[in-house]
């Protein structure tokens, strides 16, 4: 009983802010203007970007675009969310290999801040796209955050060795930082 009361005390909260948003109609038109004025964007500085920087840069505006304007919640609108989210880390995760692949320098600290970056920007999205996420505790979700845990020090040890911290240093800072970060990404309770 005490699953399906917090499960029923989610949806009425959602149930809630539906007076307060905007009619579907404005939310896709917003949408739809969002996403001319990223494309006109990057079509204005085509010179300066090349394509795959630029598509990476659409599905990241795009990524965060639409949960901001599209604030309807059923089964097809969290499906195209998700369907968006996963287009940009799939992306993302390309550009990562195909610069690794392209120029194979793992002292090159550009390369552990965008991963970095990735994984704390692209774990905030995933709870703000898919805000379930955000409290339910199950063995997947305390596995994954375990797993992306792992990775997250790994990649701040990557990161300060090749700015060359002392090892002992890097390892004492990316045990912090990754405990800050598991606290970050751990799923709550909403109420």
């Not at 109609?25 to 970007?49: H, K, N, T």
């Not at 639409?66 to 996963?86: D, H, M, Q, S, W």
Request: overall charge negative; hydrophobic content about 55%.
């Amino acid at each position: 009983m005490g699953e399906e009361a917090e499960e029923l005390k989610f949806e009425l909260l959602e149930r809630l802010e539906d007076a307060y948003r905007l009619p579907v109609s404005a939310q896709v038109l917003f949408f739809a203007i969002a996403e001319i004025l990223l494309f006109s964007v990057l079509y204005y500085f085509r010179e300066q970007i090349q394509v795959l920087e630029a598509t990476i840069i659409f599905l990241l505006g795009t990524a965060l675009i639409y949960p901001i304007t599209i604030k309807v919640r059923n089964f097809y609108t969290e499906l195209l969310a998700a369907f968006i989210y996963g287009s940009f880390m799939a992306g993302f995760t390309y550009y990562l290999i195909y610069t690794l692949v392209e120029k194979p320098d793992i002292k090159n600290p550009s390369l552990w801040m965008l991963l970095v970056f990735v994984l704390v920007f692209g774990t905030e999205l995933f709870h703000h796209i898919h805000e379930k996420a955000r409290t339910l505790r199950t063995r997947p979700i305390i596995l994954a955050d375990i797993i992306l845990t792992a990775i997250f020090c790994f990649s701040i040890f990557m990161l300060l060795w090749t700015w060359e911290v002392s090892t002992i240093w890097s390892i004492i800072i990316a045990i912090f930082s990754g405990m800050i970060y598991a606290y970050a990404i751990l799923p709550e309770k909403p109420y």
